[in-house]
């Protein structure tokens, strides 16, 4: 174990983003700044998921509006058997962007793992989960991963080399764009192709009409708002700028020309904003543009997986079709 890797009962957690952090904060930073900066400014989704964010998501997928969340947990209850004959049991599972375990819980009991290994960005909330997880399943290893694998999914040195089942459930997919998806995609055959028996359980939401894509990204309540919103007191934090969270509202629709849904926070007044020391000028209706959630037909996704080198496909779909789950094998 390395110095920023540490053990919390039978829970092991490697700190690969302290590790990284540590080495290129400067860059991170600077990315950031500069995303801001430009014209338009956009910044990484990531920066949604600090502790406010993941319990403003947790909130999300509870609404009636975001129907993702909902219409993936009744696929995998209606074809769970047949999912998990699949898949074969005993394996390690690795689930990515895990957040609060919860959809990863279900599994467990089916897929009887080796090990699981949660893998996210939030340190906090995974190191709760995987302590309620310790719990129910005492006679799993847990292994949590903090890392931030929108960049490089750097997973082999806490992989065996026992087969593996990558879960990255949500539709989470989406946030990359077609080619950082194909890319990422990549990377997961690569760590299946040389452990055999591996493969990757996926959920993608489907393009549809556009009132119901609106209305997910812009809930009545305002929680998507208040998600969106919070990114700027995340950046806050991390920059030391002095953001208005009122100055700034937020903006959520489907841009059907593009196959995605676009997030942006729009300035509510011309404003000025002071990024490390330096003034950052807002004209009133300037936009910030903050995440893309691009949906998949069920044949797009395949050609996307197949470009990823993913040779076996299975797929169950929900009624609509609203929503695809696909297990791909190299
Ligand atoms: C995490 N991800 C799949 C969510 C999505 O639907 O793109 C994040 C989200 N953004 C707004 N609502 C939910």
Redesign the pocket.
Known sequence: MGASDHLQGSIQILDRLGTRRAQDEAAERAALLAGLRNTPASLS?KY?YDELGCAL?GA?CRLPE?Y?TRTEIALFQQYRAEIAQAIGSGKQFVDL?AGDCCKAESWLPFLAPSRYVAVDIAGPEITRALTRMAQEFPGVPMLGVLTDFSRTLDLDEALTKEPVTFFYP???I??FTPDEACAFLRQVQALCAVRPGSGLLIGV?SKKDKARLDA??DDALGV?AA??LNVLLHVNRVLGSDFDVRGFRHR?FYNAEAGR?E?HLEATRAQSVCLDGVARPFAAGERIHT?N?YKYLAEEFASLLCSAGFADLSHWQAPGPDYTVFYARP
């Open positions: 989704p949604f998501y999300i975001y993702p962007g949500g539709s989470s989406g946030n939401d997910a990204y998507t998600f969106n959520g849904v997030m995440e959630s």
